[in-house]
């Protein structure tokens, strides 16, 4: 996400004189999205001042699980343990069941490996330690190694037995030497400079190298095979970004694609960067497309965007980044999740830039929604077609807070707060000339989510009008949407937007999802694989296969097992979309915490073909996400 100083840095002289001016009044007046966790049950703001503590706290025992469990299915310790010893020699495991001979290669994940610094502890699960984790494949013997990235925040912190890097949602320990007039001249560093560098959120190759991600500029080169962490690199060292999502795309020949943050005359602008496959990479990247964020101090928070054949799509929620916040927090030594303002009453905006030109070509609303996520999207039709995990609102950053998932048993809102689905968007891309061809449809009321009456209720106030309805103004809504078997539906309002309405893909909480990327990405698909976020299931620890066509659903889950995000390898000269397998690392809940496997499902029955299980010699914390790399093109082919 942008920070502070990244976006001031790009301002000038005269302007950062005016805007700083400016940024203890507006931060004062702002709420954060810290009391985003009380629209449940309350409309009370707060101030500030009265944020949640976001002081270190001292360590407590990992295993802490409160009695009369609210969850008792969910065991969310395998979030909040700690890897307290890495496994730089990788270790064997036991191959049971069969892996496909064809199956050769490494499966890299990254994710929270740390919560504790010395005697003190992380706040948020955003702000733990990366932990790279890999599994290897080869000729069906399978081993497991797993390592700390070695950031500037990692060694620091270690260095001083303390917090001393500010994180999402910890403070550091202030520095006694460091006046209130450097902190101030701080905000001016170079982007990406004054912040954590902890990428724990994701891998990714460019070329022949691999590389963790966060949102900040700066990313890691590792050794995949090692786990060394070989170098450290800022974007914004090559092309004009202050941040950049941590899920770029990776093109089939190599070209990367990612969305940042940029800073231009009039204000922040969501722009799209392009690594051309070959040498060079980070020196011949380039803004290929740019469009202006809706609000000059309020950027959106964005974790994905999506690439068709034509356009890029930016998805712009009401979550945004507050500068005036962020400067006032990086002063005041506040962590960056005090600056996400989350505006409920503002719609979500689509973005479509055409990749030729890289302008803007056509927007859509629709209502408030959150999301981390964009499952795929692609044209059909003279339409994009979008899929998204959609929230209600952002309540479940929240929920990742230490203390509210240590006390998640005894809270009745949590699965609420983490409530999510997958949802899809269809934008009408001829709504000039094929406006009077619209069809009348079945109306809003009923065409989607109403399998799950509490996820219903977050879109009723979807239905405050019906296709074929006049409005005020005497304007005939008309269903914009042409395709004959699509629910999703959309309508240009009186005031001349389209507002899109969605229609659900399965009535189940769906987080990191993967589809057959190689072959799909962009392109017409029909399944995709996730994890559960639903923490009431019956298991939480599910994983799920969708069919986006039939809307059907297939599951796998094992008691007391966590599986990771699940990465779809096709087999040699696939036969259908789902010809290959599904690959998860595996975790165990309770007291099983030093365990950990490597899941290999069938894709298309979505059964177990077989596994491999480890013994580590401490705990094993879930990982985010990560990347399958194939033998034969592994580093130096
Ligand atoms: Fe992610």
Redesign the pocket.
Known sequence: MPTSSNVIYALSDKNQQIVFSQLEQEAATETSVSEVSSVVDSEAELEVDEEPATEPTKAAKDTTQPKDDMYPNCDVNVWLRSCEQEIVEPIEGKVQGTVPEWLNGSLLRNGPGSLKVGDMMFNHLFDSSALLHRFNIDNGKITYQCRFLKSDAYKKNNAARRIVVTEFGTSAVPDPCQTIFQKIAAVFNKPGVNNSDNAM??IYPFGDEFFAFTESPIIHRIDPETLDTEAKLNVSDYVGIVNHT??PHVMSDGTVYNLGCSITKTGPAYTIICFPHGPGMFENARIVASVPARWKFHPGYM??FGITENYFVIVEQPLSVSVPTMVVSQIRNRPMAAALKWFESQQTYIYLLDRDTGELRHTFHTEPFFY??IINQYEREGHVVLDICCYKDPAMLNCMYVDTMRNMQNNPDYAKMFRGRPLRFVLPLNCGTERAKGRPAAGPKGSSATADASWSDMWQNLGSFSAGDSTDSGLVLQNLVQIEDSKATAYVMPNRTIFCKPELLCDLGCE?PRIYYERHLGRPYRYFYAISSDVDASNPGTLIKVDVVTKGKLTWCEENVYPSEPIFVPAPDPQSEDDGVVLAAMVWGREEQNRAGLLVLDAKSFTELGRCEFVTPGPVPKC??GWFQPTATTKGD
């Open positions: 959120i994701s941590s899920h974790h994905t981390l996520h990191t985010l996400h």
